[in-house]
């Protein structure tokens, strides 16, 4: 079989010119349905991004008491960083929250007096521990006035990211299991418009493995092929995406790099195996007769 095999090779890359037809249509059909994979697999991964970025920007503000002594704001800020799941504290002075309210107003407020409350800005690792973090925070009343969680915002985004990861799943399987069956029919196509090839090819003696060899170097082309073909579109289409979201840098902020060449090995990979995988399940219907 190892000595065979340039000649096999030769045979399929003959066959691939002889069938024509059926070749463009077979590599057309696995590069779309690697396309529309590919494509839903990338806009996937963009929204859980975006969404997973979307839990990571809320911050809980604590309000400090007025009569709070510097040290005791040192303190709060200590234990504040000791909260497990407490991924950051940021101090803002009273003085510079007047001023940058002052900024905002429409009117003059020299000589107005600062009401604005000495605040720790706080970033949570997880949006799941907020609820309990702002419980034990609310329970420091000696030195808390109020804790500000945008807790119904957060429910509703975190309800959003865990819909996309359950859509991005159950979509995903079904997408791919409709991209088997339409390539795995295609192929067959191929393979029942030689199927009296096959049949002669057996009554000479051929072994399963000398007709089946050509028909799964055929399908793992056809694959590669279209895995290069899907990679093309997807590049454009991420060249235009990129541009887009270039001229909106917040955007931008909230999407994930993707790899190219990741992308393109992944989509030729899976062509292949996608490919092959047709084209033995479909010769071997006439090799079992």
């Known amino acids: ?141 000696g030195e808390v006035e109020n804790v500000d969680v945008p807790e119904e915002e957060l429910k509703v985004v975190v309800r959003l990211a865990e819909f996309i990861r359950n859509l991005g799943l159950l979509g995903g399987g079904f997408l791919l299991l409709g991209a088997l069956v339409v390539v795995v029919n295609t192929i067959r196509l191929s393979v029942f418009s030689r199927r009296r090839e096959i049949q002669i090819m057996k009554i000479v003696g051929a072994t399963p493995g000398f007709i089946r060899l050509p028909m799964l170097i055929e399908g793992l082309l056809h694959g590669v092929v279209g895995g290069i073909l899907a990679t093309l579109a997807l590049a454009g289409l991420l060249h235009y995406t990129n541009t887009l979201t270039a001229a909106i840098p917040l955007l931008a902020s909230y999407l994930e790099p993707v790899s190219l060449p990741k992308v393109a090995a992944s989509l030729i990979l899976g062509g292949g195996v996608l490919g092959a995988g047709g084209a033995l399940l479909s010769v071997h219907r006439y090799l079992g007769r």
């Open 1 to 141: 079989m190892t000595r065979s095999f340039p000649f096999l090779l030769r045979e399929a890359l003959i066959n691939l010119r002889r069938h024509g037809l059926m070749t463009v249509a077979a590599v057309t059909t696995i590069g779309v349905a690697l396309t529309l994979i590919g494509s839903f697999y990338l806009t996937f991964v963009q929204l859980r991004s975006m969404s997973r970025r979307t839990v990571d920007a809320f911050e809980m503000r604590v309000f400090c008491r007025p009569e709070l002594t510097a040290e005791t704001l040192k303190s709060t800020e200590k234990k504040l960083r000791a909260l497990p799941g407490v991924a950051g504290v940021t101090y803002r002075s009273r003085d510079d929250a007047f001023a940058d309210a002052s900024k905002s107003l429409p009117i003059d407020t020299e000589g107005l007096p600062n009401l604005m409350p000495d605040t720790f800005v706080v970033k949570l690792r997880s949006a799941e521990q907020t609820a309990g973090i702002a419980a034990e925070i609310r329970s420091w009343m």
